[in-house]
């Protein structure tokens, strides 16, 4: 199929990650006591984009569902502030690439 990337994830796994990101935007805001400006700003999205993920109905370009699933699971591990690293890292890394 042209234009499907080979890493893009089927239908299901989608409106997992999508469920996933959403679970990730609330602990992320509750535990690091972030906005949601915050958190768009640390994963180089958009305010609007989050409260969209966080009410369940974002079209949120996979990258950013990732990004926040992943920093959410270190959060509840490590309970630090090392996600805050990571996100805004890998956003460098993705701006300059």
């Not at 890493?7 to 679970?23: F, K, Q």
């Not at 305010?47 to 992943?70: D, F, T």
């Not at 959410?72 to 996100?87: D, K």
């Amino acid at each position: 199929m042209k234009g499907i990337r080979k890493d893009a994830p089927s239908a299901a796994e989608l409106a997992e990650l999508r469920i996933l990101a959403r679970a990730a935007v609330l602990l992320l805001r509750r535990e690091m006591n972030l906005t949601q400006s915050d958190l768009a700003r640390l994963c180089g999205g958009h305010q609007p984009s989050i409260s969209l993920i966080e009410k369940g109905r974002s079209n949120a370009p996979v990258r950013i569902l990732r990004l926040l699933v992943n920093a959410a699971g270190i959060v509840r591990m490590r309970n630090c502030a090392e996600p805050l690293a990571l996100l805004t890292t890998e956003t460098d890394q993705g701006a300059s690439a």
